[in-house]
């Protein structure tokens, strides 16, 4: 069998099923949040009527928001229009209010029941997880970045530059990351940006550190010292044959950070200090809800479950991955 | 002959705490264009340090502290970085001891042989690919079109030393330095990888430097040798006059230890007593500890190289006896 070096290392993965199991969750969240508004959406994909072809769903999401002119204001899963409907498997929006049913149960019409505004969880659940998960990768791919170019300086350098960046990274690792947040978000205002920007800030020196362990490993393996030997420049040595090698730690190591991103986001929503209404956030929905707790359990139960979800999935993610790499099933033997 | 490779008065220490270690003192030899020089002697004596030194490739915290290594009368230890990027690989090149850990595990072995093709040939990618090729095939890889996509996991100890070689030997370079490199495989490859340098070296005409702790390897192949010791030169000539009377007691210690195939009488003889780590100028000869014809005055003054015969220096005041 052909397989390189991600080759084994998938091979290795795959042989746990529960990470199997994490990373299908995983994917399933990330393809449900890239396509929300094509599953929970008021507006149908099409609408036949009088002999003329509509697609409002796609023509809201095309434009951006525009109605076609002859159906403005009409409230299509409403009115009872003559004609061919089709909509998505959740006919609501995360903002629609109905009045009517006010925090209702779990029922075949609102499959996750409905909150205090009467707004369907289920459509709210499919876009808050849209807030999760971009926080999640946007901060993670802003820190991840910044910890592999200080890392790799520091580790591949040595010296007086690790030393500086070693004792900067301490002092930041000293920081209690997550009320330095809250002070920033405070002085800032909270916003999703915000979120993001100062998460990806304060969590580089994680990724730095082990980027930097992993390189002043690598340096003094000889395959290093084999491409100084053969005339390559220090840049591509670092980033074309350490770094590679440094990545899948930095994987596992970010599959983490995912979830405890995802988390602080909940937590920050919870506290207030997250997103903004009307966008749902899971932390957002939760905190919410903490009013009917008595006598709406599904309002706590699902955003609080979902949250556990989709941290568990990423941490046993992470776990296999961190296994997949244990040196022996990479050293070819 | 002419002197492609001049090394004068090279000296090399580690920083360790307070007291340095003097790894390599004063060390000077002559590469001859297409011979073979042997550099010969115990673990830790500092042959490694020697060959990266002439790379400028000195581990950290190594600081190359005198000498001049002089290629085609140009002073490597001079150049700056892309000077000296251009001399390796390209006029100089180098395999290593441990063919396990001297390929990159993430890349397939043709993407790592291209890239020091193209390093330093102008080559489009199609025809480094074909050169590639042709290198494996030169280095005895067996099916080398269908291994080129391999990657280094999938490969026994003695063939990644075949591409180490491949890679090497990329841009024809007019000197190889060979630190051990069978000392890691299996004796029969020994002998195979070893018969394919020589031939390859004669091909080319190619310089080498050969580094080894066997003495018996060198014994037919180099045209020179340099008995290491702890740091310094202990003897250094012609192979065939070293190996007709050596002058030092360490070389005939060494010559001891060499099994011989067939000669049930001897037993593998070693020399009593370890390399010293050295973190002071010696006031005396450094083998004395381990000396089986020392004498006082061995510890009384440093010893220097002496002129022994016609191109032979011995470290040795007792050389005459
Ligand atoms: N990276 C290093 N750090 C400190 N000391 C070193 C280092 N590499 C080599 N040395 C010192 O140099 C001496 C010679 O090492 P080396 O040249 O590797 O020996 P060998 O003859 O086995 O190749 C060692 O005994 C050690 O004291
Ligand atoms: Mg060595």
Redesign the interface.
């Known amino acids: 069998m052909?397989?390189?070096?991600w080759g084994?290392l998938w091979r290795e993965f795959s042989k746990n099923r529960l990470a199997l199991a994490g990373l299908v969750i995983v994917i399933s969240l990330i393809l449900l949040a890239l396509c929300a508004p094509l599953i929970a959406n008021n507006k149908p994909y099409i609408y036949i009527t009088e002999g003329k072809v509509y697609l409002p769903l796609f023509y809201d999401i095309i434009t951006n928001g525009k109605e076609y002119a002859e159906l403005k204001g009409t409230d299509l899963s409403k009115e009872k229009f003559t004609g061919f409907k089709l909509f998505p498997p959740v006919a609501y929006s995360y903002s629609e209010y109905d009045l009517d049913s006010i925090v209702v149960p779990p029922s075949r019409k609102h499959l996750m029941g409905t909150d205090e505004q009467g707004r369907d969880l289920l459509a709210r659940m499919i876009y808050g997880s849209r807030v999760s998960i971009f926080i999640g990768f946007i901060a993670v791919i802003i820190y991840v970045a910044i910890g592999i170019i200080i890392g790799s300086i520091a580790g591949y350098y040595?010296?007086w530059i690790d030393m500086v960046i070693s004792r900067i990274i301490e002092v930041i690792m000293c920081f209690p990351t997550f009320f330095l947040i809250l002070t920033i978000l405070a002085l800032w205002g909270p916003s999703l940006a915000s979120v993001m920007l100062v998460i990806g800030i304060t969590s580089w020196p994680g990724i730095a550190r082990i980027v930097r362990g992993e390189f002043l490993k690598l340096r003094?393996?000889?395959?290093v010292?084999?491409?100084?030997?053969?005339?390559?420049?220090d840049r591509w040595i670092i980033f074309?044959?350490i770094l590679?090698?440094a990545l899948a730690p930095v994987l596992v190591s970010a599959t983490f950070g995912i979830a405890s991103t995802i988390l602080i986001e909940s937590s920050l929503s919870f506290l207030g200090f997250g997103v903004q209404p009307p966008t749902p956030s899971w932390g957002d929905i939760l905190s919410q809800s903490r009013d009917f707790m008595d006598f709406a359990w599904w309002l706590t139960f699902i955003p609080g479950f979902a949250i556990f979800i989709t941290i568990t999935a990423y941490n046993l993610v992470g776990d296999a991955l961190q296994d997949a790499m244990n040196p022996k099933s990479?050293?070819?033997k | 002959m002419t002197a492609i490779l001049d090394v004068q008065n090279l000296g090399v220490r580690f920083p360790s705490g307070g007291r340095d270690i003097l790894a390599v003192r004063d060390v000077s030899f002559t590469l001859y264009k297409g011979s073979t020089l042997g550099f010969v002697g115990e673990s830790g004596c500092g042959k490694s340090v020697t060959a990266y030194a002439i790379l400028k490739l000195v581990p950290q915290p190594g600081i190359i502290d005198s000498g001049r290594i002089l290629y085609q009368g140009r002073d490597i230890l001079r150049m700056d970085d892309d000077e000296i990027r251009k001399v390796r690989g390209k006029e100089i090149a180098m395999i290593f001891q441990e063919p396990m850990i001297s390929l990159n595990p993430v890349f397939s072995i043709g993407y790592q042989i291209s890239e020091s093709i193209m390093l330093h040939l102008r080559m489009s990618k199609r025809e480094a690919r074909e050169y590639s090729i042709e290198l494996l095939k030169s280095v005895g890889i067996p099916d080398p079109g269908k291994r080129y996509n391999s990657y280094p996991h999938e490969f026994s100890g003695g063939m990644r030393q075949r591409v180490m070689i491949a890679i090497a030997l990329s841009a024809s370079p007019s000197i190889l330095i060979a630190d051990e490199p069978t000392t890691a495989l299996d004796v029969t490859i020994q002998a195979q990888i070893l018969e394919m340098l020589l031939k390859i070296q004669e091909e080319r005409q190619m310089s080498l430097l050969l580094i080894t702790h066997d003495l018996g390897i060198v014994a037919n192949i180099a045209d020179e040798i340099a008995i290491m010791y702890a740091g310094e030169i202990a003897e250094y000539g012609r192979s065939i006059d070293i190996f007709k009377k050596p002058g030092h007691p360490y070389t005939r210690g060494l010559f001891k230890a060499i099994p011989r195939i067939g000669d049930p009488r001897s037993e593998l003889a070693t020399i009593p007593g370890m390399v010293p780590s050295i973190t002071s100028p010696p006031t005396g000869c450094v083998f004395y500890p381990r000396c089986p014809i020392r004498i006082k005055k061995c510890i009384q003054a440093p010893v220097p190289l002496l002129h022994f015969a016609n191109k032979r220096l011995v470290r040795c005041i007792r050389y005459k006896d």
């Open positions: 052909k397989a390189g070096y084994v040595g010296g003094e393996m000889d395959f010292v084999a491409s100084q030997a053969v005339g390559a420049a074309r044959h590679p090698n990479l050293s070819g």
